[in-house]
């Protein structure tokens, strides 16, 4: 249908727009009728937390994804865990037998020194794509505005496609106060100072997800979204929402 009038999307192989879902072991058969219907408003899909050490038929998933153009990784707590283990040689073995081509660098539970991070950078970003993220899973650890801003900034120099900034699978950390609640002032900074088509905002609930997109537009990047949710996504993204409706001017 094309007779209304709607914000315009990003289409095809997006860059920026993005709809990252999480992937918490979907069995193939079913993940085969959600790509099979809504494989093209989905972009990246995260294995989440170590879940893809132990997902059965996972070379298969991940052909799976890449029949439908959606791009495949596996989230920063198996990095992490193999980084703790002294395992990444493995991992980056793990991940080029099963065609991935894109790797999240994070420090989500350890505390992993920036500097050492962008140091891993440089030598994987000649072999995949990087994704790194930024923030802790621990709530009651609080990162400077300013920090994060440098954070952000310097890994994109360093080669890093996008960055994420950690709100975990519930919305309680990182960007979000404990209850939920977005850090405004955090993310209004990030908004004003950095360039948000290289931003991927984990918004892992309808109002999360309403609130960046009234506030940076239907084509800010947004992670951490269950697969079962994403057509609500896109039509919030169009304006079709009761919360989104002014949104075609």
């Keep these: 249908m094309n007779f209304l009038t709607l914000p315009e999307r990003t289409t095809g192989n997006r860059t920026y727009g993005l709809t990252s879902v999480i992937d918490f072991g979907t069995p193939i058969g079913e993940l085969k009728n959600i790509l099979s219907d809504y494989g093209d408003i989905i972009d990246i899909a995260k294995i989440g937390i170590g879940s893809a050490y132990v997902t059965p038929n996972l070379k ?34 793990f991940l080029s037998g099963l065609g991935m081509e894109w790797l999240e660098v994070s420090n989500g539970t350890l505390d992993i020194p920036l500097q050492e991070r962008l140091h891993l950078i440089s030598q994987i970003k000649n072999d995949f794509h990087v994704i790194a993220e930024v ?24 080669g890093c496609e ?21 850090k405004a002032n955090l993310v209004q900074e990030l908004f004003r100072d950095l360039d ?3 931003i991927i905002f984990e918004a892992p609930s309808a109002k999360h997800q309403m609130y960046f997109i009234k506030e940076i537009g239907p084509n800010v990047n947004l992670g951490n979204v269950k697969l079962n949710d994403v057509l609500v996504l896109e039509s919030q993204r169009c304006g079709l929402r009761s919360e989104t409706f002014f949104l075609e001017a």
């Design 60 to 93: 298969e998933k991940v052909e799976l994804y890449k029949e439908y153009g959606v791009k495949t990784y596996c989230g920063g707590t198996l990095f992490e865990k193999c980084y703790y283990q002294k395992k990444l040689p493995e991992y980056l073995n």
């Design 135 to 158: 923030g802790s899973k621990d709530a009651n650890n609080e990162m400077p505005i300013t920090d994060w801003k440098t954070e952000i900034q310097m890994l994109l120099d360093a």
């Design 162 to 182: 996008y960055v994420i900034t950690e709100g975990r699978d519930s919305g309680t950390s990182g960007i979000y106060e404990k209850c939920g609640a977005v």
């Design 196 to 198: 948000t088509r290289k």
